[in-house]
């Protein structure tokens, strides 16, 4: 059965107004206005993928900190970072307590500042108005203010450790070890920084609404939008509904802090748990809002380098529909240990398997629509191909971490984090990567070197499974996760985790200079359509795209 | 009704901290003193634990001798194939507990066939169709975009796979929860940071408050340091607690600060310690032996050094032991399993008579504020999940 229709783009014809290329200077503002006030998605997406570029150094320069001091037994480094951060010699507890802060850190920044910008701000900001033919975003203005609520977020946080002695109350902030637990400004700006980031991401998630519901070209219904814009829909309203609530709970955390609240302290009638609930009301939809851009950019690349529409579109798009709203009702997944009660239990163990039904949907339509295609492996397609194997092997993991039952020995120790590093690093991560060279294109205007492009990919996928799987084993073995130091019994697996985790970091320290700076300053200069089974209206303007696309919007026959 | 029996059950767990000293199971149990005198003649044991209630963790006494038995626990060899990590070795801890055993093979029979078996599944057909409808093996793609019966298919085979997997998933967590028969050993583990302290407080009150052991170049002068006999490295705790094999545990924990989590992977078990709440479970050890675990919620700088150390002994060593610390078994002379109704023995005699006398000291179940700021409590926390009470004082 065939069924052009449901091809977005494919009966779009090349709409580009020639004459731009040779007044698009003249539309372009001066530096400071361009850069710093602009109004424009495409450099105002440029902006966010930098600013992820320079958040994703910093947190991974974070992690092969941690892999570093847990290579063997025994506290290593800390003492000495710690010296370094703070000034002289540092007692034993605050080393260790630096251990909190750079896990803190690390997770704060990866996920507020590398993987959500990266995702939503870089590619959704960049691809979604040209996906639909506008011309823009629909508030240009208060896109700007998006990124930049950013900027101040970051530099809270990075500065929270100079003002006290650093928050380190894991990226979850679970009170009461974020209430009266740790004194200071320190968690005090870090929280700030979580309503910054926060409210930034909810005015960007306001303008993709908008944008996608009134701005599409005409002709484009919804069930004719690329997959990739589906899954910057459901993510917007994910994070619009979701992180108001992480707003109210991390505004609680500051007032009992500060102002002698007891929301989440049982001595004046208030409950820590609250705050889990809370927090994971927020956390879990956050997962989603990781993944379902990526469940995008997978989809167009496997699609364009199979020359084949994408198997089952209708049900892509509703099964990512079915995840963003399952999402919201499965949270107390991550509370097993609480105390919860075993009906409740119960049904947090069954709704999260049923997370399973729709990822599997994919998984297997993904492969359907290879099957029967003409399949070229060009970088973008091999990253895209890696990401399904390695997205199943964490959400089968994810399935075991489901039962709550089995919860009572896998919460919190190594399994958990080895389960979501499978999904957010050979996950998001590799599909932030299939996403960069599938569109640096249409990004720089010129070609990365598909050789390094290859290498980066063999280099990464090989020195991931090196890091992460042995993980599983030591939390099957019992280590629990956020700890400085381990017993003699954990040496192995943490050893090989270190060589791994530094070859992970050496791959994309040679992705920085051997293939996005390159790509950037030159390189093969790239045709409109680099991609010859790409279908969609990115493809029908020039590479790079001119300052400005669509000023009268493309006809959909 | 399960919801009543956990009430009562907590009630009843409150009660007996309530006391904090008086031994009871049945009204009729003699109540003794907490400061009687330990019993010098139980079994040889030197009681060097002075087991103290104040919220500082005290500095480990001086040992009197490199064995085991210092610390008041009968000797043991660690058996290094159970209880602990093996350096190396792929796979979950053995199991000791019924739950555990269940778990273990539900983990090891249905969810690893289960995931590997996808895993090779896609990686089977990525490697099919990437080999098959490569560009030079099929030059003209097909457009084939729609099936409706192999999506149906793709929808309702994992729906299959995954009741499959809930079935037993479910039956877990009814075992888990199935509460504690009346008679159960009560241990309440309360944490602090960076340490655990213990209640027994069905037999006298006693406490006991495990420290890690530091190693040898990280004591002072006169202070224990670890050995190889106490358990490996950030593993090995100055006071273990002990407990009965074959008998139900009822665990009940709560916290003085922050959350902490009581966590024993040979037992699979892990419970949270939250600060004004007390959260129960129970287990039954199958098997003598040294159990290790260790703190499984962030609770601060020293959150990997406040480890876990269970002693299981029969019970008849169990209640030597109970007796050197200064306790007092339960409701009789001669401590013995025997006594102890068996695990499903809802509504027995002693449990209700057990429910009674909670009731009797702290009112009605839902009400249990009064016990947890009783004087001779020695807990922090408060015991009433939805009442104000004074933690962290």
Same mark, same amino acid.
């Given at each position: 059965?065939t069924?052009?229709?449901?091809?977005p783009?494919s009966?779009?014809?090349?709409?580009?107004?020639?004459?731009?290329?040779?007044?698009d200077?003249?539309?372009?503002?001066?530096?400071f206005?361009r850069?710093f006030?602009s109004?424009?998605?495409k450099?105002?997406?440029?902006?966010?993928?930098?600013?992820a570029?320079v958040?994703?150094i910093?947190?991974?320069?974070?992690?092969?900190?941690?892999?570093?001091?847990?290579?063997e037994?025994?506290i290593?480094?800390?003492?000495?970072?710690?010296?370094?951060?703070?000034g002289?010699?540092?007692?034993?507890?605050?080393?260790?307590?630096?251990w909190?802060?750079l896990?803190?850190?690390?997770g704060?920044?990866?996920v507020?500042?590398?993987?959500?910008?990266?995702?939503i701000?870089?590619?959704?900001?960049?691809f979604?108005?040209?996906?639909?033919?506008?011309?823009?975003?629909a508030?240009?203005r208060?896109?700007?203010?998006?990124?930049w609520?950013?900027i101040?977020?970051?530099?809270?946080?990075?500065?929270?450790?100079?003002?006290?002695?650093?928050?380190g109350?894991?990226?979850?902030?679970y009170?009461p070890l974020?209430?009266?637990?740790?004194p200071?400004?320190?968690?005090?700006m870090?929280?700030?920084?979580?309503?910054?980031?926060g409210?930034?991401?909810i005015?960007?998630?306001?303008?993709?609404?908008?944008?996608?519901?009134?701005m599409r070209a005409?002709g484009?219904t919804?069930?004719?939008?690329?997959?990739?814009?589906?899954s910057?829909?459901v993510?917007?309203?994910?994070?619009?509904l979701?992180?108001?609530?992480?707003?109210?709970?991390?505004t609680?955390?500051?007032?009992?802090?500060?102002?002698?609240?007891?929301?989440?302290d049982?001595?004046?009638?208030?409950d820590?748990?609250?705050?889990?609930?809370?927090?994971?009301?927020?956390?879990?939809?956050?997962?989603?809002?990781?993944i379902l851009?990526?469940?995008?950019?997978?989809?167009?690349i496997?699609?364009?380098?199979s020359?084949?529409?994408?198997?089952?579109?209708?049900?892509?798009?509703?099964?990512?529909?079915?995840?963003?709203?399952?999402?919201?009702?499965v949270?107390?997944?991550?509370?097993?240990?609480?105390?919860?009660?075993v009906?409740?239990?119960?049904y947090?163990?069954?709704?999260t398997?049923?997370?399973?039904?729709?990822?599997?949907?994919?998984?297997?339509?993904?492969?359907?629509?290879?099957?029967?295609?003409?399949?070229?492996?060009?970088?973008?397609m091999v990253?895209?191909?890696?990401?399904?194997?390695?997205f199943?092997?964490g959400?089968?993991?994810?399935?075991?971490?489901?039962?709550?039952g089995?919860?009572?020995?896998?919460q919190?120790?190594?399994?958990?984090?080895?389960?979501?590093?499978?999904?957010?690093?050979? =996950?998001?991560l590799?599909?932030?990567?299939?996403?960069?060279?599938?569109w640096?294109p249409?990004?720089t205007g010129?070609?990365?070197?598909?050789t390094?492009?290859?290498?980066?990919f063999?280099?990464?996928?090989?020195?991931?499974?090196?890091?992460?799987f042995?993980?599983?084993?030591? =939390?099957?073995?019992g280590?629990?996760?956020?700890?400085?130091?381990?017993s003699?019994q954990?040496?192995d697996?943490?050893?090989?985790a270190?060589?791994?985790?530094f070859g992970?970091?050496l791959s994309?320290?040679?992705?920085?200079?051997?293939?996005?700076i390159?790509?950037?300053?030159?390189?093969?200069k790239?045709?409109?359509?680099?991609w010859?089974?790409a279908?969609?209206l990115?493809?029908?303007?020039?590479?790079?795209?001119?300052?400005?696309?669509?000023?009268?919007?493309?006809?959909?026959? | 009704?399960?919801?009543?029996?956990?009430?009562?059950?907590i009630?009843?767990?409150?009660?007996?901290?309530?006391?904090?000293g008086?031994?009871?199971?049945?009204?009729a149990a003699?109540?003794?003193?907490?400061?009687?005198?330990?019993q010098?003649a139980?079994?040889?044991?030197?009681?060097?634990?002075?087991?103290?209630t104040?919220?500082?963790?005290?500095?480990?006494?001086?040992p009197?001798?490199?064995?085991?038995?210092?610390?008041?626990?009968p000797?043991?060899?660690i058996?290094?194939?159970?209880?602990?990590p093996?350096? =190396?070795?792929?796979?979950?801890q053995?199991?000791?507990?019924?739950?555990?055993?269940?778990?273990?093979?539900?983990?090891?029979?249905v969810?690893?066939?289960?995931?590997?078996?996808?895993?090779?599944?896609?990686?089977?057909?990525?490697?099919?169709?990437?080999?098959?409808?490569?560009?030079?093996?099929?030059?003209?793609?097909?457009?084939?975009?729609?099936n409706?019966?192999?999506?149906?298919?793709?929808?309702? =085979?994992?729906?299959?796979?995954?009741?499959?997997?809930?079935?037993?998933?479910?039956?877990?967590?009814?075992?888990q929860?199935k509460?504690?028969?009346a008679?159960a050993?009560?241990?309440?583990?309360?944490g602090?940071q960076?340490y655990?302290?213990y209640?027994?407080?069905?037999?006298?009150?006693?406490e006991?408050?495990?420290?890690?052991?530091?190693?040898?170049?990280q004591?002072?002068?006169?202070?224990?340091?670890?050995t190889?006999a106490d358990?490996?490295?950030?593993?090995?705790?100055?006071?273990?607690?002990?407990?009965p094999?074959?008998?139900?545990?009822?665990?009940?924990?709560t916290?003085?600060?922050?959350?902490?989590s009581?966590?024993?992977?040979?037992?699979w078990?892990?419970?949270?310690?939250?600060?004004?709440?007390?959260?129960?479970?129970?287990?039954?050890?199958?098997k003598?032996g040294?159990?290790f675990?260790?703190?499984s919620?962030?609770?601060?700088?020293?959150?990997a050094?406040?480890p876990?150390?269970?002693q299981?002994?029969?019970?008849?060593?169990f209640?030597?032991?109970?007796a050197?610390?200064?306790?007092k078994?339960?409701?009789?002379?001669?401590?013995?399993?025997?006594?102890?109704?068996?695990?499903?023995?809802?509504?027995?005699a002693v449990?209700?008579?057990?429910a009674?006398a909670?009731?009797?000291?702290t009112?009605?179940?839902?009400?249990?504020?009064?016990?947890?700021?009783?004087?001779?409590?020695a807990q922090?926390?408060?015991?009433?999940?939805?009442?104000?009470?004074?933690?962290?004082q």
């Amino acid at each position: 059965m065939t069924d052009t229709a449901l091809h977005p783009g494919s009966a779009f014809v090349g709409h580009e107004d020639h004459h731009h290329a040779h007044h698009d200077a003249d539309h372009k503002p001066g530096f400071f206005a361009r850069w710093f006030l602009s109004t424009n998605h495409k450099d105002i997406g440029t902006l966010y993928l930098i600013f992820a570029i320079v958040a994703g150094i910093i947190g991974g320069a974070i992690s092969g900190l941690m892999r570093a001091e847990l290579r063997e037994p025994g506290i290593q480094y800390l003492g000495i970072w710690a010296g370094m951060l703070h000034g002289g010699a540092q007692s034993l507890d605050q080393s260790l307590h630096l251990w909190n802060v750079l896990i803190t850190a690390h997770g704060l920044i990866m996920v507020f500042f590398m993987v959500m910008p990266a995702m939503i701000g870089g590619f959704g900001n960049w691809f979604v108005p040209i996906m639909i033919g506008a011309p823009d975003m629909a508030f240009p203005r208060m896109n700007n203010v998006s990124f930049w609520l950013l900027i101040p977020a970051f530099t809270l946080l990075l500065a929270s450790p100079f003002f006290g002695s650093g928050a380190g109350v894991g990226w979850t902030a679970y009170a009461p070890l974020s209430t009266f637990g740790e004194p200071g400004p320190s968690v005090d700006m870090a929280i700030l920084s979580l309503h910054l980031a926060g409210a930034s991401s909810i005015l960007g998630a306001i303008n993709f609404i908008t944008t996608i519901f009134n701005m599409r070209a005409p002709g484009m219904t919804l069930h004719k939008m690329p997959l990739f814009v589906w899954s910057v829909l459901v993510t917007a309203f994910l994070l619009l509904l979701s992180l108001p609530v992480l707003a109210a709970a991390i505004t609680m955390l500051l007032t009992d802090r500060n102002f002698g609240t007891t929301f989440f302290d049982p001595a004046g009638g208030g409950d820590p748990i609250l705050y889990q609930h809370l927090f994971w009301f927020f956390g879990h939809p956050e997962v989603y809002i990781m993944i379902l851009p990526g469940f995008g950019i997978v989809s167009q690349i496997i699609a364009t380098f199979s020359r084949k529409p994408v198997f089952g579109y209708l049900g892509m798009a509703y099964a990512m529909v079915a995840i963003g709203v399952v999402g919201f009702v499965v949270w107390a997944h991550h509370m097993f240990a609480t105390g919860l009660s075993v009906n409740t239990k119960m049904y947090f163990t069954a709704a999260t398997m049923i997370i399973a039904v729709p990822t599997g949907i994919k998984i297997f339509s993904w492969i359907a629509t290879m099957w029967g295609g003409s399949m070229s492996f060009k970088t973008p397609m091999v990253w895209a191909i890696g990401f399904i194997f390695m997205f199943t092997v964490g959400g089968v993991t994810g399935v075991v971490l489901a039962n709550g039952g089995i919860d009572d020995y896998m919460q919190d120790t190594y399994y958990v984090v080895a389960h979501f590093h499978y999904v957010l690093v050979a =996950g998001s991560l590799f599909a932030l990567f299939a996403g960069f060279y599938y569109w640096s294109p249409k990004w720089t205007g010129h070609m990365y070197n598909e050789t390094m492009g290859k290498a980066h990919f063999w280099l990464s996928l090989i020195t991931f499974n090196v890091t992460f799987f042995p993980m599983h084993f030591l =939390g099957l073995a019992g280590m629990p996760r956020r700890y400085a130091d381990y017993s003699a019994q954990f040496t192995d697996f943490n050893m090989i985790a270190t060589i791994g985790a530094f070859g992970f970091g050496l791959s994309q320290v040679f992705f920085l200079f051997g293939v996005i700076i390159p790509t950037i300053r030159g390189g093969k200069k790239a045709e409109a359509k680099p991609w010859d089974g790409a279908e969609g209206l990115e493809w029908t303007v020039p590479s790079p795209a001119p300052f400005h696309t669509f000023e009268t919007p493309p006809q959909f026959k | 009704m399960p919801k009543r029996m956990k009430a009562l059950a907590i009630a009843a767990g409150l009660g007996c901290a309530a006391l904090s000293g008086v031994a009871f199971a049945t009204p009729a149990a003699p109540p003794a003193p907490a400061a009687a005198a330990p019993q010098a003649a139980a079994e040889g044991a030197g009681v060097s634990n002075t087991a103290p209630t104040s919220a500082a963790a005290p500095a480990t006494a001086a040992p009197t001798s490199p064995m085991l038995a210092q610390d008041g626990a009968p000797a043991t060899t660690i058996d290094p194939n159970v209880g602990l990590p093996i350096d =190396g070795r792929i796979g979950l801890q053995p199991q000791v507990t019924k739950n555990g055993e269940f778990a273990h093979w539900m983990h090891n029979g249905v969810l690893l066939p289960v995931i590997t078996a996808i895993c090779i599944l896609v990686l089977v057909l990525l490697a099919w169709v990437a080999f098959r409808y490569r560009r030079a093996a099929n030059p003209v793609p097909s457009k084939t975009s729609h099936n409706t019966l192999i999506e149906v298919l793709w929808t309702l =085979g994992p729906v299959v796979v995954l009741v499959l997997i809930a079935i037993p998933s479910i039956g877990l967590l009814q075992a888990q929860f199935k509460p504690a028969p009346a008679g159960a050993v009560t241990l309440k583990a309360i944490g602090n940071q960076w340490y655990w302290t213990y209640q027994y407080p069905d037999h006298g009150g006693i406490e006991i408050t495990a420290n890690m052991l530091k190693e040898k170049d990280q004591v002072s002068p006169g202070e224990r340091a670890r050995t190889d006999a106490d358990g490996p490295r950030l593993l090995a705790v100055d006071n273990r607690i002990v407990l009965p094999v074959g008998v139900p545990i009822r665990l009940i924990t709560t916290s003085n600060d922050v959350i902490h989590s009581w966590a024993i992977p040979a037992f699979w078990m892990k419970l949270d310690a939250v600060p004004g709440r007390l959260n129960e479970t129970s287990f039954t050890i199958d098997k003598p032996g040294l159990y290790f675990g260790q703190c499984s919620e962030l609770c601060g700088a020293r959150h990997a050094f406040m480890p876990i150390a269970v002693q299981a002994v029969p019970p008849a060593q169990f209640a030597a032991w109970v007796a050197a610390k200064g306790g007092k078994m339960p409701g009789s002379a001669a401590p013995s399993s025997s006594v102890i109704p068996q695990p499903g023995a809802e509504g027995s005699a002693v449990e209700a008579a057990q429910a009674n006398a909670a009731e009797a000291v702290t009112g009605p179940a839902d009400n249990m504020a009064t016990p947890a700021q009783s004087p001779t409590s020695a807990q922090g926390a408060t015991g009433n999940p939805a009442g104000p009470g004074n933690a962290g004082q």
